[in-house]
T-cell receptor, first 114, second 113 residues
Framework: AQSVTQLDSQVPVFEEAPVELRCNYS??????LFWYVQYPNQGLQLLLK??????LVKGINGFEAEFNKSQTSFHLRKPSVHISDTAEYFC????????????FGAGTRLFVKA | DTEVTQTPKHLVMGMTNKKSLKCEQH?????MYWYKQKAKKPPELMFV???????INESVPSRFSPECPNSSLLNLHLHALQPEDSALYLC????????????FGPGTRLTVT
């Protein structure tokens, strides 16, 4: 069965600094990987996804992630963050063995300080 | 239209009440989901409907009863809930398999008194 580990529960960072949110997964088969963002009192919104192809994936709001199969990682990065990026970020994985089930990581709270 | 709508936004109910949560999407998606999310936690999958048939029930108590009247609508009927059922209930949809991203609604904030 697949699982997802987000290594940091909280990441404080100053505005305009770069940030990396870490995600590791485990699965015995090929996986499909996602990053979602949740702003306060809202649902989740897809930032980016990796299904196949290029291991560097670009998403919305200037975010990108790199799929590393040997490290079983899918870290999310942004070169310069804004106050408005303050939110909860969830890494998620699905594979065909889980049916329609997507497994979410515990989440990382990104807090951008002025 | 890439929107999933949920009603109501907020719901307060007593432990003896019966209420329903509603979810609607017009993206032609064939999979729809109910999640429960407690504060500072990830969403927990409750139910999945695939092509209007219940395909996953994550051992949810029978006081939660899902219904999919058609491919665009998803309901969650609530009866005799407990205070620990208070949470944000999220609906989501996807094209038809777990390989596609899910589109989430804004959620219903449920409080059981």
């Amino acid at each position: 069965a697949q699982s997802v580990t987000q290594l940091d529960s909280q990441v404080p960072v100053f505005e305009e600094a770069p940030v990396e949110l870490r995600c590791n997964y485990s699965s015995s088969v090929s996986v499909y990987l996602f990053w979602y963002v949740q702003y306060p009192n809202q649902g989740l919104q897809l930032l980016l996804k990796y299904l196949s192809g290029s291991t560097l994936v670009k998403g919305i709001n200037g975010f990108e992630a790199e799929f590393n199969k040997s490290q079983t990682s899918f870290h999310l990065r942004k070169p310069s963050v804004h106050i408005s990026d303050t939110a909860e970020y969830f890494c998620a994985v699905s594979d065909y063995t889980g049916g329609f089930k997507t497994i979410f990581g515990a989440g990382t709270r990104l807090f951008v300080k002025a | 239209d890439t929107e999933v709508t949920q009603t109501p936004k907020h719901l307060v109910m007593g432990m003896t009440n019966k209420k329903s949560l509603k979810c609607e999407q017009h993206m032609g998606h064939r999979a729809m989901y109910w999640y429960k999310q407690k504060a500072k936690k990830p969403p927990e999958l409750m139910f999945v409907y695939s092509y209007e048939k219940l395909s996953i029930n994550e051992s949810v108590p029978s006081r939660f009863s899902p219904e999919c009247p058609n491919s665009s609508l998803l309901n969650l009927h609530l009866h005799a809930l407990q205070p620990e059922d208070s949470a944000l209930y999220l609906c989501a949809s996807s094209e038809g398999s777990p390989f596609y991203e899910q589109y989430f609604g804004p959620g219903t904030r449920l409080t059981v008194t």
